[in-house]
């Protein structure tokens, strides 16, 4: 069972050793990872950034799953590509899984970066746009697709030491993709 | 024929002002503008915010196109919640626009906010993150997803002076959508 594995993780210093713990991690409980940073590409490529599309979308419409790193990335919110994955695979009705290693609500993520005001009960950001305040980890389109797409996110109780390689939430989603994915092969 | 219009304009303070403004320029076009906050719903509804992912997804559902403002929106990146509506209706095989009005290429958009620094040729943000360096204006995914579902990214020469109300770059996505979708309806 091929499980799409999404992320920034790609874009850290150590991003091929994380691809492999990811995968060594999917393999034991049965599933096989497929990592974007598998597919090798000459950097002399003509077109390389289309290239590096195109391959990562082959490899989400060969999945039957993703398995979103949800940790903010250069903002309050989750990783824009990573983010575009979730919907591209919600889009195609495969199983929806996240993380995300900074279990703060929104808008105490935002209110992190920068001032976040009420006013007539309404959140505000520095720019005097409104903050969404439902009590979940992002913009309420990931929380809830992952909520109806597949599995509500997964988030620790408190933010590991390393945000960016302790594999513990990580691990949780690919047990439950595991359950789900086997349940969803099982005859009725 | 039916456009979405996702955009971070929902967090604005003159939201249902903008939602108006895109529905008249879709209307001059042909086009019918389908704006999230034209859901109402009322303040006390339980799960109110899994009722707008919901009532979302179904004007998204119905929608033949999707016009997505990616104009920078807390960070160097797009909207977390648009990103995610642009996958979305990629991956259901819809015709995908979207406009930006901050013209810099991502690295000068982490640049603006932050340390970008160059190691054996590779950018790094002040975190140590690589930066992706393709000339496209957000992460690669997003730019490509335009350019092979869609239209490529439309952005001004210049950012204008309003970024979130000036609606020039919008009209001319609404002006391709309308081309396209006449194209895909004429007889062949």
Known sequence: ??????????????????????????????????????????????????????????????????????TPFR???????????????????????????????YPRRIAARGEVTARDGVLHDAHGHVVEDFGLADNLMIAHALDLHGCALVTPQQAPDDLWHDLAAFEACVRLAATRLVQAQAPR
């Open 75 to 105: 903002g309050p919110s989750a990783d824009a590509g990573t983010v575009y994955e979730l919907g591209f695979m919600a889009g195609r009705g495969k199983l929806c899984l996240g993380y995300c290693n900074d279990p703060l609500p």
């Open 1 to 70: 069972m091929l499980i799409y594995l999404a992320g920034p993780d790609v874009f850290l210093p150590d991003a091929i050793e994380i691809g492999r713990r990811k995968q060594a991690i999917c393999a034991r409980h049965g599933l096989t990872g497929l990592y974007p940073l598998d597919n090798a590409f000459d950097a002399a490529t003509p077109e390389l950034s289309l290239e590096i599309f195109r391959a990562n979308e082959a490899m989400m419409i060969k999945a039957s799953a993703i398995i979103a790193n949800l």
